[in-house]
């Protein structure tokens, strides 16, 4: 007998991974923390589980490092030392898994294992940050995430400064789609944002705090008989400490 879950599932309602770091400076040699917190619009809420996620580290020379996903005090941590001087790009990616919904509720799995089947999909999570280091660059690389956000002008940031950035799919840039920059902390708020047809928005970033960048897009023509119906996918930006 197959499981019924009326709720909605919590990456279907729009929970997503992103990537938490502290603001004090790389010390080459030593490890540099990262946690991969879960919730939505940077309020944590639960947890992903960890054995659908992978991580990995971008050196200043573009070497991607894979990293190990560990639990520490109830946070999920990753971590790297650096030792080359440059910036370095931090990213996670979650395989949230296929969600179908019938008239009896949502379930999980593909649509095969189900009748009177609605619509189903397949949720796929990507969350990156750039670590500044010495000799910071000017510009964030590509590192080809399916969806991705590219900071254009990376470093520190102060309250009213603005943040330009730019979303590509699949390597082209994505037209028309909608951003959600959100902020954590007691000020915390979050705002969508259109994205323009080159793929560019600028954001002014009005409070201090760690702020999310946030884009998800649906895809039907990536659909899989029998199984789901559009892949959906989510792509987060991180951006620590503005002051």
């Not at 809420?45 to 560990?70: M, R, W």
Request: hydrophobic share 35%; aromatic share 10%; charged share 25%.
């Amino acid at each position: 007998m197959k499981q019924t879950n009326y709720a909605v599932p919590d990456v279907v309602r729009g929970h997503e991974i992103w990537l938490e770091h502290s603001n004090h400076p790389m010390i080459m040699g030593d490890e540099f923390e990262c946690n991969i917190a879960f919730g939505h619009n940077m309020n944590r809420d639960g947890e992903a589980q960890i054995d659908k996620i992978k991580a990995a580290v971008y050196t200043p020379q573009s070497k991607k490092v894979d990293l190990q996903v560990f639990n520490k005090n109830d946070d999920l941590i990753i971590n790297f030392k650096p030792v080359l001087k440059g910036n370095y790009t931090v990213t996670a990616e979650y395989d949230a898994g296929i969600y179908t919904v019938t008239e009896d509720g949502w379930q999980r799995g593909p649509k095969k294992n189900y009748v009177n089947v609605k619509r189903s999909g397949y949720y796929y999570q990507y969350a990156k940050a750039v670590i500044s280091g010495y000799e910071v660059e000017k510009a964030s690389p590509v590192i080809g995430q399916e969806l991705e956000i590219i900071p254009l002008n990376v470093g520190h940031y102060h309250v009213e400064d603005v943040i330009k950035l730019k979303v590509f799919y699949e390597g082209t840039p994505l037209a028309d789609g909608i951003l959600t920059a959100a902020v954590g902390g007691k000020h915390g708020k979050a705002v969508e944002l259109p994205i323009d047809k080159d793929g560019m928005i600028s954001v002014s970033l009005d409070i201090p705090g760690n702020w999310m960048f946030k884009v998800r897009h649906s895809d039907k023509s990536k659909s899989a008989e029998d199984e789901y119906d559009e892949k959906v996918i989510t792509t987060v930006f991180t951006l620590m400490g503005v002051h």
